[in-house]
T-cell receptor, first 112, second 118 residues
Framework: EDKVVQSPLSLVVHEGDTVTLNCSYE??????LLWYKQEKKAPTFLFML????IEKKSGRLSSILDKKELFSILNITATQTGDSAIYLC????????????FGTGTRLKVLA | GAVVSQHPSRVICKSGTSVKIECRSL??????MFWYRQFPKKSLMLMAT?????????EQGVEKDKFLINHASLTLSTLTVTSAHPEDSSFYIC??????????????FGDGTRLSIL
């Protein structure tokens, strides 16, 4: 059975801290791994990773994929209160049909 | 680019009513769209994969007669919750990708529809 596991489930930090969010997966025919940020509405796209070892960066956020160990991390440096959200990891896989399997998410709260 | 519009954003209706939710890709064509359901403080649960011009593929445990999906064109998919009951109350989100599994482009989400059945 395909599964995506995120850890930690929740995290509370103070502004300025650096956080690392984890996503591990077991899927049939891996295609891509995506990170999303969800605040009050639908998720917004952050990164898509398809190759191992290539870091993707956007401002204070960065992510990398390890296809050998089947996991990805999302780093947020110098956190701000606006980073408070649920961070979702999704894996695109072809098991029967092409679909995305979502992890349970990591709920991040950044305190001022 | 890659904007997905979902409508309505909020529905409140009586038990027994059927509710239609629309998902449109505004600036790209989407052969495949996905419908998810999200319970409070939970992750997204894939309900079905909507394929243009063919029947939707439903995930195990999702009643196809309850959740009717129609993908009439490359830019529009609809989800109809038939004879809705309070247990159908949830946040429903659609997504679409301008690519295919082979082109590996990310999926983009609509803003979701919060359905409340009284």
């Amino acid at each position: 059975e395909d599964k995506v596991v995120q850890s930690p489930l929740s995290l509370v930090v103070h502004e300025g801290d650096t956080v690392t969010l984890n996503c591990s997966y077991e899927v049939t025919n891996f295609r891509s791994l995506l990170w999303y940020k969800q605040e009050k509405k639908a998720p917004t796209f952050l990164f898509m990773l398809t190759s191992s070892g290539i870091e993707k960066k956007s401002g204070r956020l960065s992510s990398i994929l390890d296809k050998k160990e089947l996991f990805s991390i999302l780093n947020i440096t110098a956190t701000q209160t606006g980073d408070s959200a649920i961070y979702l990891c999704a894996v695109g896989a072809t098991s029967g049909t092409y679909k995305y399997i979502f992890g349970t998410g990591t709920r991040l709260k950044v305190l001022a | 680019g890659a904007v997905v519009s979902q409508h309505p954003s909020r529905v409140i209706c009586k038990s027994g009513t059927s509710v239609k939710i629309e998902c449109r890709s505004l600036d790209f064509q989407a052969t495949t769209m996905f419908w998810y359901r999200q319970f409070p403080k939970k992750s997204l649960m894939l309900m079905a994969t909507s394929n243009e011009g063919s029947k939707a593929t439903y995930e195990q445990g999702v009643e196809k007669d309850k959740f009717l999906i129609n993908h009439a064109s490359l830019t529009l998919s609809t989800l109809t919750v038939t004879s809705a009951h309070p247990e159908d109350s949830s946040f429903y989100i659609c997504s679409a990708s301008p690519g295919t599994e082979y082109s590996n482009q990310p999926q983009h989400f609509g803003d979701g529809t919060r359905l409340s059945i009284l």
